[in-house]
């Protein structure tokens, strides 16, 4: 019964904004630490941006400027605003009940749970 479902990927030009969505079912959002995920063809999945149940928000270094992690707790969601994007930014990016930034694991439980991905493009 739990899915987390993302959206808001799309194909946006170098310096441009995207928002991605990470709307949770089963679960309340805000009961749990949830995570943004990337992945570049070629590259292993990292970590990108967490934010805790009580609010505390987590930043890889390559994104710290850039992205805003966010939670609505009425809409169950969680946001990931991306400004001045650019082409390395590309990527699958996923939401997850799960948070690892570094190869640090900064929150996990027994059983995690994935969004199926939401493709961002950026191009030159």
């Known amino acids: 019964q739990v899915k987390l479902v993302e959206s808001g990927g799309g194909s946006v030009q170098s310096g441009r904004s995207l928002r991605l969505s990470c709307a949770a079912s089963?679960?309340?959002?805000?009961?749990?630490?949830i995570g943004w995920f990337r992945q570049a063809p070629g590259k292993a999945r990292e970590g990108v941006s967490c934010i805790t149940e009580t609010g505390l928000t987590y930043y890889d270094d390559s994104v710290k400027v850039q992205f805003t992690i966010s939670r609505d707790a009425a809409k169950n969601t969680v946001y990931l605003q991306m400004n001045s994007l650019k082409p390395d930014d590309q990527a699958v990016y996923y939401c997850a009940t799960y948070c690892r930034l570094d190869g640090i694991v900064v929150a996990s439980s027994a059983e995690n749970y994935w969004g199926q991905g939401t493709q961002v493009t950026v191009s030159s």
């Open positions: 089963g679960i309340s959002s805000r009961d749990h630490t």
